[in-house]
């Protein structure tokens, strides 16, 4: 017999393996493609973090030019705000520009997270560490992507197909990166390219060291837009005998867009020939062929460098009129050596920057104070050419005779804080910015709300235009047609628009007059449309007194006090309201309108919770503690919203609790003047200077918005606050032992007396020698100069003072 037959002996008596069950076969899979995934996210989140600690560890500085900022240049670090949380990023920019400038040219960086924009509105994001190149237009702080026009690339190479449709970026470090006001710099090592630039107010001034003796190339891309917006009509054409390049594009931004878009048109010429074109269309690239029409277009001009180190000067002058009236800005500003107009460029800037002197700051305080200055400067947009021409609401070339017109007023904002500010530094400006907006108003048919470029954008709500022309008049400003602006903020005030308008006026009006407030239900918002309408209303009160018109005063006070209909007194909140007389519930008075993203609970809050907008009456401060239960539960529940707010500056969730990063209650800190309790306006002002403002990229703790929460600085570091459409300002504490401010040929000088840094409370305050027993003072009594005195101690026995994190 066979030793096969035995078992042990290779016959297998054994029963027939069972095959695992499907489910579990998956199971294995999907937990094996589960764990893949998770370490592909680790190691990608990973990759993500170093490089951003790479990025940020990287200070300005390393880089060394021969171009030294003046004196008070010197304190201003353009980086403040450029970085942070995406979504509470100041939205600043390096770029350079002088004051109020239609040229802000500056670099245009992109995401490593979301490809070709930067993660800042304003085109340059200091978490970035990769660069598109540089263009001439972009708005200042705010949430709105608008400009990226003619975006110039120095580089080494011919420009490719897709080089033309997506762009190239190129790495660079903030290690070698510098910017002071009216100069940036860069060393791009990847291209072996140093670029600086400065300008005039419509001129970019390029200039780009190439290192070796390569060919050099700079493109021109006319049809750029930031953030990868829409851009078409363009047009480009290239005339080699002159070294010049004309065209011209229509893009559609954030704003632009919600009237048509806006057509801006350039002139750039070389300072050296160039030795070969392409210009291109879409993908398509023709060698010699100087002219191209489309939606995308650019063209590609190379030049010998034979010379080590050889340098290409590029002026670019940009209009919204015409490529003619851009030439003639080419040759009205900049005509001189790039080393002259940067000088020009700063002295331009010291002088606004000189308009107040400080004494007693740290370093680390005048760099903050002097940075947020300088941002107050940076917007709205002259937007007239050097010979006088604008394109007005109208769509019509106009003159501006006697006066600048300005465009990209973030007036919901702005008219807050950066108004005031100039109509108490910079008077001409704001007569300017007022004449501007009547004209608007001429050629538009309304006055608007936050006018960009030459249309309505219909940005946020109410009608602040109102606010900024009723206090500029009130504190002594003249010069604009008062008549005009007066009917028309009535008009706005007292009906809806008609349909089809330009202009969205005060949306849902007719409600706010039938009912005295505005009906949740009938429209969105209504809570805080009912405060922004009666401020606006309050300025207009204010204003009618002023012209004699006591009738329209008194209805228009009335009005200012509908806020007051949507108070509930058994929850001690302003609560929407429906066209019954119902309160909305349930009522959520901690949720931010953020998070609550079918907006069940906040519709009718706007950028903030129910507690944010609990104290949006400083326009009537009295009336509104008195709706509180009494004074001293007012106290205690605004000192609670101070007390639990974060301490942290750019918190990527600000909280429900006290947001210096927005508009609704940024002037909440000065409600304890009016009840009471100065102490407290001293303490938490102080605290919000010390924790949420910083010299660094992180610098403020939400958008600037046009300079709104720089005004804010500077008002406050001074010890005063605006109540913006009156002429009263509220009293603090000063921050400096001493201030200058200029007020035209007079001088008002801030001195704190017994000054220390603990020193933070004010014991009392004298004008012109004269003790003051209020917490408050009129335009009038400071418009012609004079001192205001504080003397400073420490702490009251019952308060603690205010900390810095």
């Not at 560490?129 to 026009?149: K, M, N, P, V, Y």
């Not at 929460?709 to 009293?731: I, T």
Request: charged share 20%.
């Amino acid at each position: 017999m066979r030793s096969d037959a035995f078992p042990g002996n290779g016959t297998n008596t054994a029963s027939k393996p069972t095959r695992t069950p499907r489910w579990k076969r998956w199971l294995k899979i999907g937990l094996r493609f589960a764990l893949s995934l998770f370490l592909v996210i680790v190691v990608f989140i990973g990759v993500v973090v170093f490089r951003f600690e790479r990025i940020l560890k990287a200070r300005p500085g390393k880089l060394q030019t021969k171009h030294q900022p003046m004196e008070f240049g010197r304190k201003v670090n353009p980086f403040i705000g450029t970085g942070g949380f995406p979504w509470v990023c100041g939205n600043n920019t390096p770029a350079a520009t002088v004051p109020f400038g239609m040229v802000r040219l500056g670099p245009d960086t992109t995401s490593m997270l979301i490809g070709e924009k930067a993660l800042n509105s304003s085109g340059y994001y200091y978490g970035d560490d990769q660069l598109l190149g540089f263009s001439h237009t972009r708005l200042i702080g705010t949430g709105a992507t608008d400009g990226g026009h003619f975006l110039v690339v120095p580089t080494r190479e011919p420009a490719g197909a897709k080089v033309a449709t997506i762009g190239a970026t190129t790495r660079f470090s903030h290690s070698e990166e510098i910017a002071t006001p009216g100069y940036y710099a860069v060393r791009l090592p990847q291209r072996g390219v140093l670029a600086e630039l400065t300008s005039t107010p419509r001129v970019g001034v390029h200039r780009y060291t190439f290192e070796g003796s390569e060919p050099a190339h700079i493109w021109i891309d006319v049809s750029s837009a930031l953030g990868g917006r829409r851009s078409a009509e363009g047009q480009v054409r290239v005339t080699p005998e002159t070294r010049e390049v004309e065209g011209q594009v229509r893009t559609f931004g954030t704003f632009a867009s919600r009237y048509g878009g806006v057509k801006v048109y350039f002139v750039a010429r070389f300072d050296r020939p160039f030795t070969r074109l392409s210009t291109w269309r879409g993908e398509t690239i023709s060698t010699n062929q100087p002219n191209a029409e489309g939606d995308r277009v650019g063209v590609d001009l190379q030049f010998s460098n034979s010379d080590q180190a050889a340098a290409v000067t590029l002026r670019l002058a940009i209009s919204h009129v015409s490529v003619e009236n851009a030439r003639a800005n080419l040759e009205a500003e900049a005509g001189k050596p790039f080393e002259e107009i940067l000088r020009l460029a700063q002295q331009c800037w010291e002088d606004r920057l000189s308009l107040i002197r400080i004494e007693g700051a740290s370093e680390k305080q005048a760099r903050i104070f002097y940075t947020a200055l300088y941002r107050v400067f940076q917007m709205p947009t002259v937007f007239n050419d050097a010979t006088e021409d604008y394109i007005g609401f109208d769509r019509k070339i106009h003159q501006a005779t006697g006066f600048q017109y300005f465009t990209d007023m973030s007036l919901w904002d702005t008219f807050r804080t950066v108004h005031p500010l100039y109509t108490l530094i910079a008077p001409e400006d704001q007569r300017g910015m007022i004449v501007s907006l009547t004209r608007m108003l001429e050629q538009g048919g309304w006055l608007p709300r936050w006018p960009s470029g030459h249309g309505y954008s219909n940005s946020m709500l109410g009608t602040p235009a109102d606010i900024v022309i009723a206090e500029a008049y009130l504190k002594g400003i003249r010069g604009f047609d008062i008549e005009a602006a007066y009917a028309a903020m009535r008009r706005t005030a007292l009906s809806p628009v008609p349909p089809g308008s330009a202009f969205s006026g005060r949306e849902g009006v007719e409600h706010y007059l039938r009912y005295g407030y505005c009906p949740s239900g009938l429209m969105d918002e209504s809570v805080s449309r009912t405060f922004e309408f009666g401020w606006a209303d309050r300025s207009i009160s204010l204003l009618a007194r002023a012209l004699g018109r006591t009738e329209d005063a008194e209805v228009f006070r009335k009005h200012s006090e509908f806020y007051r209909n949507l108070w509930n007194p058994k929850t001690q909140y302003f609560q929407p309201r429906d066209k019954d007389g119902q309160f909305f519930v349930p009522f959520k008075p901690l949720l931010l309108t953020y998070f609550d993203r079918k907006k069940k609970y906040t519709r009718d809050y706007v950028e903030g919770s129910a507690l944010q907008w609990r104290w949006a009456a400083p326009f009537d401060a009295e009336g509104m503690i008195s709706l509180f239960s009494g004074p001293d539960y007012f106290v205690e529940e605004l000192n609670s919203f101070f007390a639990k707010a974060s301490p942290t500056m750019g918190a990527w969730n600000p909280g429900p609790y006290y947001w210096h990063g927005n508009q609704p209650d940024i002037h909440a800190a000065y409600l304890f003047n009016t009840a009471g309790r100065p102490d407290l306006t001293q303490k938490w002002v102080r605290w919000i200077l010390d924790n949420k403002y910083a010299d660094s990229y992180a610098g403020l703790d939400g958008n600037d918005d046009g300079g709104t929460l720089s005004a804010w600085y500077v008002f406050s570091a001074l010890g005063l606050y605006p109540v913006a459409g009156s002429d009263r300002y509220e009293l603090g504490a000063p921050l400096f032992e001493k201030a200058e401010v200029k007020l035209g040929k007079q001088q008002l000088t801030i001195v704190a007396e017994n000054f220390r840094p603990e020193h933070v409370f004010v014991e009392k305050v004298w004008l012109n020698d004269k003790p003051l027993d209020r917490t408050w003072i009129t335009h009038g009594e400071i418009q012609h100069g004079g001192t205001l005195r504080f003397r400073m101690g420490p702490a009251p026995a019952n308060l603690s003072p205010p900390t810095t994190k």
